[in-house]
């Protein structure tokens, strides 16, 4: 069932009370991720979250970036849908764990290092930033290629952590470090 009502927290409560009463294997958090301020889409996350059966997938639909995705997995989502690490990888964007870097830019022109350092796919292995920098500037299809394969894989890598870190009860020291370094390249 997908739960509708956009950012209000009434309208949200009476859809997750009658979806209830009908009964889904899985519950879908619709209607967010559509122009509101993550502050707001927090908030419903937190009004809806606590009535949601727990023993039932709770897939927040359409979110979204990594510091939202490991936010919302806090919180208490289970799955998600996103075109981000595709769609940014056909714009030239990559996500690292410094905050997502624009390939375009000049500044990696001759940058010999591997998109991201601390990641081990086979784009940041293989590639350097210069060359997929050049692949893109020449339109070359393999550079969105090796951008989209490297941004699939880190967002998989940074759930795999954040399993990890559930597991063995570290998940808010985990985030905690993850979103230290994250925004200080969006500071930086």
Not at 104 to 112: A, I, L, P
Request: hydrophobic residues 35%.
């Amino acid at each position: 069932g997908i739960i509708q009502g956009g950012i209000y927290a009434k309208l949200r409560k009476e859809s997750v009370e009658g979806l209830k009463d009908i009964g889904f294997d899985g519950y879908a958090i619709g209607g967010l991720a559509v122009g509101e301020e993550p502050k707001t889409m927090f908030e419903v996350l937190e009004a809806t979250l606590p009535r949601l059966p727990v023993n039932r997938p709770r897939y927040l639909m359409g979110v979204g970036k990594p510091d939202q995705i490991v936010d919302a997995v806090i919180r208490g989502v289970d799955m998600f849908d996103c075109v981000l690490p595709t769609r940014s990888g056909r714009t030239g964007q990559a996500f690292t764990r410094n905050g997502p870097i624009n390939i375009r830019n000049s500044q990696f022109k001759e940058d010999s290092q591997p998109i991201d350092p601390q990641c081990g796919c086979r784009s940041c292995i293989k590639y350097s930033r210069a060359y997929i920098h050049h692949l893109v500037k020449a339109r070359e299809i393999l550079g969105v290629m090796i951008l989209t394969n490297h941004n699939v894989t880190f967002y998989q890598n940074i759930i795999s952590d954040l399993r990890e870190a559930i597991i063995v009860g570290k998940s808010e020291s985990w985030r905690s470090s993850f979103m230290s370094q994250y925004y200080s390249g969006l500071n930086g």
